[in-house]
């Protein structure tokens, strides 16, 4: 189909199916228990695939090309609309599936992501593995048709809320990242312990996972057994891409220069009104347009056949820093309304924003740290010695 006729397909569904009362009030957060027209919102979404537009309909995707999805996020940003289907299975384990599933595995685990069904958590992290995450020892013991798992993950995002998780397990003492394997399992079943971590500001948005005897189907083995050292940095590249492409999530759609504008108003040129202000942003504009440029030459590339997997790092840290700088920006040029925690004073838009802008702080520590990045970079990229 024509581009056009695409977009005017896309503009009439929305049109058609977004309810009005969700306008402008942007994607849930993880926590929310959504209401009948978020509910109503993620069932029809999920059924047409354009969710996750890219993956093949045959495992609840739409098939279509990357210019394609580009208008659907662009017709939704227009009507005040958001993508529903989201969360760690479409950004990280989805991707991982396609390129490393079997079909039984693609076909059971991937539609319900696109409907939205099934939200998934990330077992990687330990109490002595975070940024050597290769010295994990949550262990697997191969008991014929199933494995059992015994240990402890911890920073495991809404492990609380979640239904499955994929895990790294040790499969092998005798080797480091040779002896890891990459499991799907069940969260609820009896054995696996969820306790949320309590932070300062009340929030519990992640949790440690204490698991004793859980079982995992060899079916949910993904790759071979002591092979998912290489699948799990590969999920990681995923992670990192899509952290970096997080930059215009901001405040339910709404553009930076937009909040700029209401809030300093515009010179006699039309211009915005505050000098210093307005060559920040723009500088801020171009380095965000660079990280999306330069992520869909990543995915040319990688559609052409070649595989840039450690350019996600450079990504990861030059898409964070624009996100970081974009949210200090929007905190700035609100001024007070920008400070506001609660009250009748801040609006919702408000209210969200600061807290976009402190989360945004931990966006140089998940999927690896800055400076984890920066050895990765150093020593795949630059081929420095370690
Ligand atoms: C909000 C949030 C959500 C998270 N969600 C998840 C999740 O869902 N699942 C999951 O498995 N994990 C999750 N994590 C964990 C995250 O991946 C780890 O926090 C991260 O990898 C760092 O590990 P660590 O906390 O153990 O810190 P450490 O590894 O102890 O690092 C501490 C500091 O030392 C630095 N450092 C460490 N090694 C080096 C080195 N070789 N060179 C230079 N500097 C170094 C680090 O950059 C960091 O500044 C989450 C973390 C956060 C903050």
Same mark, same amino acid.
Request: a negative charge; hydrophobic letters at 35%.
């Given at each position: 189909m024509a581009a056009d006729a695409f977009r005017t397909q896309v503009r009439d569904w929305i049109a058609d199916h977004f309810p009005t009362a969700l306008a402008g009030r942007g994607v849930p957060t993880d926590d929310e228990i959504l209401d009948d027209d978020r509910l109503a919102w993620r069932a029809a979404f999920g059924a047409t695939g354009w969710g996750v537009p890219t993956w093949p309909t045959a495992y609840g995707g739409a098939g279509l090309g990357r210019a394609e999805a580009r208008i659907i996020a662009q017709e939704l940003t227009a009507a005040h609309a958001y993508n529903p289907i989201g969360g760690m299975g479409v950004i990280m384990l989805g991707p991982t599936l396609l390129e490393y599933g079997t079909e039984l595995q693609k076909l059971r685990h991937l539609p319900p992501i696109a409907r939205g069904e099934i939200r998934?958590?990330?077992?990687?992290?330990?109490?002595?593995?975070?940024?050597?995450?290769?010295?994990?020892?949550?262990?697997?013991? *191969?008991?014929?048709?199933?494995?059992?798992?015994?240990?402890?993950?911890?920073? &495991?995002?809404?492990? *609380?809320?979640?239904?499955?998780?994929?895990?790294? /397990?040790? &499969?092998? &003492?005798?080797?480091?990242?040779?002896?890891?394997?990459? /499991?799907?399992? *069940?969260?609820?079943?009896?054995? /696996?312990? /969820?306790r949320p971590i309590r932070l300062i500001s009340g929030d519990s948005p992640f949790c440690e996972t204490f698991l004793s005897d859980v079982r995992a189907e060899k079916d949910d083995l993904v790759g071979d057994l002591n092979g998912g050292w290489g699948i799990a940095k590969r999920l990681l590249q995923h992670e990192r891409s899509a952290i970096s492409d997080s930059g215009d999530i901001m405040a339910g759609g709404v553009s930076l220069v937009e909040i700029a504008r209401e809030a300093v108003g515009l010179d006699d040129d039309g211009r915005l009104a505050d000098p210093d202000l307005r060559a920040r942003i723009i500088q801020n504009e171009m380095e965000q347009k660079l990280v999306e440029l330069t992520l869909a030459r990543v995915a040319a590339e990688a559609r052409a056949g070649h595989v840039g997997g450690s350019a996600s790092s450079i990504l990861k840290n030059a898409g964070v820093r624009a996100f970081q700088d974009r949210a200090e920006l929007i905190v700035e040029a609100k001024g007070l309304q920008g400070l506001g925690w609660e009250g009748d004073g801040f609006s919702e838009q408000e209210l969200t924003l600061v807290r976009e802008w402190l989360h945004g702080k931990a966006w140089s520590i998940f999927g690896g740290s800055d400076e984890v990045q920066n050895n990765i970079i150093a020593k795949q990229i630059l081929g420095l010695p370690s």
């Open positions: 998934w958590c990330q077992g990687f992290s330990e109490p002595g593995a975070g940024s050597d995450l290769a010295s994990l020892q949550c262990r697997a013991e *191969d008991r014929g048709d199933h494995f059992l798992l015994n240990g402890q993950k911890i920073w &495991t995002s809404y492990a *609380d809320l979640a239904d499955w998780c994929f895990c790294l /397990v040790r &499969t092998d &003492t005798s080797k480091k990242q040779g002896g890891i394997s990459f /499991v799907l399992f *069940d969260m609820r079943q009896s054995g /696996v312990e /969820v």
